[in-house]
């Protein structure tokens, strides 16, 4: 059963590879640019693009035990 899961699995992967619909699992959304490719989105260019918020705030999530 396990053996015909991974085949189903594979099939599935090498079609949605062809069909172009794979995003990269480390990559940023498409609103953003990242020229040096570090992960970090770049300052935008035009300063009307740029915003000054009053507050940042940071959150995480604990990691799930597999």
Known sequence: MVRHFCRWLAAIVVALGA????TPLHA???RY???DGDLVADVPADPKDQI???V????TRPRSRL
């Open 19 to 22: 069909s172009g619909q794979v």
């Open 28 to 30: 940023l959304d498409s």
């Open 56 to 59: 940042l705030l940071f959150a």
């Open 33 to 35: 640019k990242d020229a």
């Open 52 to 54: 000054d918020p009053a």
